[in-house]
Nanobody
Framework: DVQLQASGGGLVQPGGSLTLSCAISGITLDGHAQAWFRQPPGKEREWVAVLSKSDPSKFYKDSVKGRFTMSRDYANNAVHLQMNNLKPEDTAVYFC???????????????WGQGTLVTVSS
């Protein structure tokens, strides 16, 4: 049974930092791609960062490049999203996902965690 557990969301001031974590059980990291998506209030879910199966190659949404870093934690079978210089427009529910294939569409990913809310506000 594959399970993803996202954590680390919270309230942060503009310019601040947060690290989201996604603990994955039931599958290995290397055999699958992982991604972070987010859903801003009143908007559709969008991709934020993607890690391919091997290498791994990393892909970031233009608006987060240079501020967000996605990484694998093999010791804990988890992925993290380090978010720096947060902006109010980063406010969203963040979701982690994994699957056999890599892509930027939600439909690519077979397994999803519950969301964790990130609020960037002064």
């Amino acid at each position: 049974d594959v399970q993803l557990q996202a954590s680390g969301g919270g309230l942060v001031q503009p310019g601040g930092s947060l690290t989201l974590s996604c603990a994955i059980s039931g599958i290995t990291l290397d055999g699958h791609a992982q991604a972070w998506f987010r859903q801003p209030p009143g908007k559709e879910r969008e991709w934020v960062a993607v890690l391919s199966k091997s290498d791994p190659s990393k892909f970031y949404k233009d608006s987060v490049k240079g501020r967000f870093t996605m990484s694998r934690d093999y010791a804990n079978n988890a992925v993290h999203l380090q978010m720096n210089n947060l902006k109010p427009e980063d406010t969203a529910v963040y979701f982690c996902a994994t699957g056999r294939f890599v892509g930027l569409l939600e439909s690519v990913y077979e397994y999803w965690g519950q969301g964790t809310l990130v609020t960037v506000s002064s």
